[in-house]
């Protein structure tokens, strides 16, 4: 997969203090190998890394990351900013305002339409489903069993009515029925078809929809592309919505038709239920392309949390496995002072796990700052104090159950066990200037 090839791209790079020209040159090449595997156009691919090769001859190499790191967080942040930046909302003017959804047979549109109703239902807003495929009279049930689970309308007309009467009879039952959105979902067809964009066309141009949303398949790789532009041209789109992410696709698609298109991703869908949608942030979808999410948190968490100092003592401690709570209280209260946990978790090793059955909010470090605060200095300093007794007395001061106290000794633990272990792994591979 992608990150096992990048990995392999970043081993040039191993070891290596510093960025230079040839180690980005072979990197660069890799990443860009490695971004047309994951579907990206290969014009994007090459501009991408033309790109990154530039940004990273320009930038010094933190300590406590691997120029390899460094690479993935520069890529990151160049595939976030290609595909928009910024999560873009879809526009609800107007009354009722009407959504438009077009797309190929199969893409998708019908399913999205059913969760998209039930998205703006949670908003509280009075929805209409309206059912304009008219050549399969499966689709119009479809919608009608969809709308059914999600609780919202679904207007239909009988027989041999065209798609443009249907949709003006449908805007025309909202204004009556207090409804204040309406979805219009259309036909597709297998392929490119003019008789299809003359249809949704005409739609469009008798309706003027708020939104008018290009629904395709993300599998459908380099086709995704060519159908999208071919829409464009002809419908002038507002937004995308790429379906069936929860496949083994990587989203590269998301990419490319960004570029060629140059209209914002505004959904994703991931499966066949009614909840299986998501709104589009371009930086998920990069780390999700990146396949390295885990790598690009690190790398920016050395970035913004510690100083070089403190990196240094950290490590020195990692390396002779002196790693007690009262650093792991010190990295918490430096990870809270970076914002937002959610984004946090699971990026430091162990810490995902840990988390895993607490609320993730900013609460969430509570119960575990309690227990560590109610620690003597001695027993932070030298977990292995902990006894049966003591860790009563830590449960009673800290408000929180002997259950919990175990637990966040037993993951502390497993944590402890997981660095020694990468300690290992990396071996001789600390760079000079870190070693003491
Ligand atoms: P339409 O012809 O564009 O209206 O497409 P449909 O909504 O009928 O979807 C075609 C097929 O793809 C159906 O079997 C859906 O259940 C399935 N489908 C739609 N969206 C997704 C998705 O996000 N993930 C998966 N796995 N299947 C999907
Ligand atoms: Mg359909």
Request: charged share 30%; with cysteine.
């Amino acid at each position: 997969n992608l990150s096992q090839k990048l990995d392999k791209a970043f081993k040039t790079l191993k070891g290596q203090g510093r960025i230079t020209e040839i180690n980005v040159a072979t990197t660069a090449k890799e990443i860009r190998k490695a971004l047309i595997d994951a579907d990206v156009n290969y014009k994007v691919a090459k501009s991408v890394t033309d790109d990154i090769k530039e940004i990273a001859l320009g930038r010094e190499v933190l300590i406590s990351v691997s120029p390899g790191q460094l690479l993935v967080k520069i890529t990151h942040e160049e595939l976030t900013k290609l595909m928009g930046g910024e999560k873009q909302e879809i526009s609800l003017k107007g009354d009722p305002s009407v959504i438009l959804i077009a797309g190929l047979q199969g893409s998708g549109k019908t399913t999205f339409s059913g969760k998209l109703a039930a998205y703006i239902k949670k908003q509280n807003r009075n929805v209409l489903l309206v059912a304009c495929d008219v050549y399969r009279p499966a689709a119009i049930d479809q919608l009608k069993v969809l709308g059914e689970q999600v609780g919202v309308e679904v207007y239909t007309e009988p027989d041999n009515k065209k798609p443009v009467e249907i949709s003006k009879n449908a805007i025309e039952y909202a204004k009556k029925n207090n409804k204040k959105v309406v979805i219009i979902d259309t036909a597709g067809r297998l392929a490119i078809d003019e008789q299809m964009m003359n249809e949704i066309a005409e739609v469009k141009k008798a309706i003027q929809p708020s939104e008018t949303l290009f629904v395709v398949d993300s599998m459908t790789g380099q086709d995704a592309v060519n159908t999208a532009k071919a829409f464009n041209d002809r419908i002038n789109f507002d937004g995308v919505v790429l379906t069936k992410l929860d496949g083994d696709t990587r989203g590269g698609a998301a990419i490319s038709i960004r570029a060629v298109v140059e209209k914002p991703i505004k959904f994703i869908s991931t499966g066949e239920k009614m909840d299986a949608l998501d709104v589009f942030y371009p930086e998920r979808m990069a780390s999700r392309i990146l396949g390295m999410g885990d790598v690009v948190s690190l790398v920016e968490r050395a970035q913004q949390v510690f100083d070089e100092e403190e990196t240094k003592k950290l490590n020195q401690k990692l390396r002779k496995n002196q790693f007690n709570f009262e650093d792991f209280l010190n990295q918490i209260q430096q990870i809270k002072k970076m914002g937002s946990i959610k984004d946090l978790v699971g990026m430091i090793p162990g810490m995902g796990k840990m988390m895993k059955d607490l609320p993730i909010d900013d609460d969430a470090f509570k119960p575990i700052e309690a227990i560590i605060f109610s620690m003597t200095k001695e027993e932070r300093e030298n977990p292995d104090l902990l006894s049966g007794n003591r860790r009563n007395r830590i449960a009673k001061g800290s408000g929180t159950s002997i259950q919990q106290v175990n637990n966040l000794l037993k993951q502390f633990e497993d944590m402890r066990k997981m660095m020694k272990s990468m300690n290992k792994m990396q071996g001789k591979g600390i760079p000079p200037n870190m070693k003491n």
